[in-house]
């Protein structure tokens, strides 16, 4: 089982719909939770940072940890045609670890 | 401030061939790392250098060298390039390698190795 698993997709989506994004994870020691976002033959860059469980809003995006569950989310409301990217999670723990990132959605907000 | 800068961004290769891909960062950042990204692979750790004279293997070293002499740059060498090779290369970098380690990414180096 890898450390953290996220579909693949692609998510295909009309425009101002609610797009849910979603990672789970096996290792408990994770603390920092981050989603990159990336366009098309760009690189990832950051959009949301949470540290350990809880919510974070930010415009139309909100960041969700359930440690519990182990799950991370992203919503994205009233979602444009320029949301339309490949979205990937990382997260590590407190150690000295690199980040371990998902393979990423790709998402289509179509107009 | 250009943040995190990779060159070439296009390089074609024949198997066998010798070549390095350049990343430089002006961000005075401690950390920097390459990721390599496949379809369906997703962003593979391949080295990272947690600081200048000192570097590690990630998930997929194999066929890749890395050296770090100065805090800005971090080159990744592939000394015999084999068609496996073929993919597009991220360099990142972040201020410490602790914490949250907020990576920040160059525009990609695109290789196919024929």
């Known amino acids: 089982q890898k450390e953290v698993e996220q579909d693949p997709g692609p998510l295909s989506v009309p425009e101002g719909a609610i797009v849910s994004l979603n990672c789970t994870y096996s290792?408990?020691?994770?603390?920092?939770f981050m989603w990159y976002r990336q366009y098309s033959r760009k690189g990832p860059e950051l959009l949301m940072y949470t540290y350990s469980s809880g919510n974070k809003e930010d415009g139309r995006f909100t960041a969700q940890v359930d440690k519990s569950s182990k799950y991370i989310s992203l919503f994205i409301r009233d979602s444009q045609p320029s949301d339309s990217a490949t979205y990937l999670c990382?997260?590590?723990?407190?150690?000295?670890?690199?980040?371990?990132f998902g393979k990423g959605t790709r998402l289509s907000v179509i107009a | 401030n250009a943040g995190v800068t990779q060159t070439p961004k296009f390089q074609v290769l024949k198997t066998g061939q010798s070549m390095t891909l350049q990343c430089a960062q002006d961000m005075n950042h401690e950390y920097m790392s390459w990721y390599r990204q496949d379809p369906g692979m997703g962003l593979r750790l391949i080295h990272y250098?947690?600081?200048?004279?000192?570097?590690d293997q990630g998930e997929v070293p194999n066929g890749y060298n890395v050296s770090r002499s100065t805090t800005e740059d971090f080159p990744l060498r592939l000394l015999s390039a084999a068609p496996s090779q073929t993919s597009v290369y991220f360099c990142?970098?972040?201020?410490?390698?602790?914490?949250?380690?907020?990576?920040?990414f160059g525009a990609g180096s695109r290789l196919t190795v024929l």
């Open positions: 990142a970098s972040s201020y410490s390698y602790s914490g949250a380690n907020v990576l920040t």
């Open positions: 290792n408990s020691a994770f603390q920092y």
């Open positions: 250098s947690v600081g200048a004279g000192i570097t």
């Open positions: 990382a997260m590590r723990d407190s150690g000295n670890t690199p980040l371990v």
